[in-house]
C-alpha cells in the first residue's frame, strides 16, 4: 500500500479530521473514503481516526492507500523517463503511439508500457495520465500513481507545443474559439457556436513560405483544440490529415508537447521539464 503523511497545521488544530483532509490537504472525498476502507487507513500519532474525530496541530497524519487493481496487461517495450518518484511519473512520449488501448486496436499503448514498468519495480499501480496526447503527437505526458495526486494535479499543469503549421504565419495571436463535436463524426471536432470555451496562445518562431514554427500555449484542454485552432486560423499543422490536406510536408502531424511545469502536489516543490522534438519535426525546423 501507499502512504500519505500530512503534518497538522496550527489553522486546523481541533478540526475534524474529515475537513482536514479535505481542505487542509487537499484530497477528494473519493480518495477519503477508500482510505477510511482500510484497516487503519487513517491515523493521526499512530492512533486510528474517525473522519469526525478531532486532529490537533503538530500532529502526524497518516493515510493508508489501497492497492490498485491493474486491468490491462503490461508490454516490455522501452520507456523515455524524464522523471519519476513515488507519487508521480513523466515520460517522453514518441509518436505513433496510442496513449490508451481501444477496441479493435490489439496495438501496444503508452498505457501497457507504463504498466509493465511499475510492475518491474515491484509496485503495480494502474495507469493515470493527467494530461492526454494524440496517437501522434510527442512529447512530456505526466502520469500519476495515485488518485490523490492525479486529483491535485488536474488543471494544474503548465504545458507548451511545438507546432509546425502550413504557410508563412508571423507575430503572435490569441484564438478565443469555442470548439465541439463535427456533426455526423465521433472524434471529429470543429469551431462552431454551441462548442465549449477554448483559448489558445500562439507565438511565431520561424516563419517560412512553406512552413512556420509556432509556441503554443492552451488555456482549455479541448480534444484536438490546437489542431482545429490553427485549421480554423487557416494555417493547418503539417501533416495533419483530418484538419488539413497535407502529405507532403510530414508522414504526421507536426505537435509535440516540449514543456511542462507544475507544483509537485506532495513535496510543494516547482518542477520543470524540457524536451526536444523528435527528428521528424527537427528536419523540416531546419529547412525552414
Not at 497545521?9 to 473519493?30: E, I, K, N, V
Not at 497524519?61 to 524524464?82: A, H, N, Y
Request: some cysteine; overall charge neutral.
Amino acid at each position: 500500500m501507499q502512504e500519505l503523511w500530512y503534518t497538522v497545521p496550527p489553522a486546523y488544530d481541533g478540526a475534524q479530521t474529515g475537513a482536514f483532509l479535505r481542505r487542509g490537504c487537499g484530497l477528494s472525498w473519493r480518495t477519503v473514503v477508500r482510505c477510511k476502507n482500510v484497516a487503519n487507513g487513517i491515523t493521526a500519532d499512530g492512533v486510528w481516526r474517525r473522519t469526525i474525530d478531532p486532529v490537533y496541530a503538530g500532529q502526524r497524519v497518516r493515510l493508508l492507500l489501497p492497492d490498485d487493481t491493474v486491468r490491462i496487461e503490461g508490454v516490455d517495450l522501452p520507456l523515455d523517463v524524464v522523471f519519476e518518484d513515488e507519487h508521480l511519473l513523466v515520460v517522453n512520449k514518441p509518436p505513433y503511439l496510442a496513449v490508451h488501448p481501444s477496441a479493435g486496436k490489439p496495438e501496444p499503448t503508452l498505457a501497457n508500457i507504463v504498466v509493465h514498468h511499475y510492475a518491474q519495480a515491484g509496485t503495480p499501480l494502474s495507469f493515470r495520465p493527467v494530461n492526454r496526447l494524440d496517437r501522434n503527437t510527442s512529447g512530456l505526458l505526466l502520469a500519476a500513481k495515485n488518485p490523490h495526486v492525479a486529483h491535485a494535479l488536474t488543471g494544474a499543469v503548465q504545458k507548451e507545443y511545438t507546432a509546425l503549421v502550413l504557410g508563412r504565419l508571423t507575430g503572435e495571436g490569441v484564438i478565443d474559439q469555442p470548439i465541439r463535436v463535427k456533426e455526423g463524426c465521433c472524434i471529429t471536432r470543429e469551431v462552431g457556436e454551441g462548442g465549449k470555451p477554448s483559448l489558445t496562445r500562439w507565438w511565431s518562431v520561424k516563419d517560412g513560405e512553406t512552413v512556420s514554427q509556432l509556441r503554443v500555449i492552451i488555456e482549455t484542454g479541448r480534444t484536438h483544440q490546437i489542431r482545429v485552432h490553427m485549421a480554423w486560423l487557416g494555417h493547418p499543422l503539417a501533416g495533419d490529415t483530418m484538419y488539413g490536406t497535407d502529405t507532403a510536408v510530414m508522414a504526421r502531424h507536426g505537435l509535440h508537447c516540449g514543456k511542462m511545469q507544475f507544483v509537485h502536489p506532495i513535496t510543494g516543490e516547482c518542477l520543470e521539464f524540457e524536451v526536444p522534438p523528435p527528428d521528424d519535426m527537427q528536419a523540416v525546423i531546419k529547412e525552414i
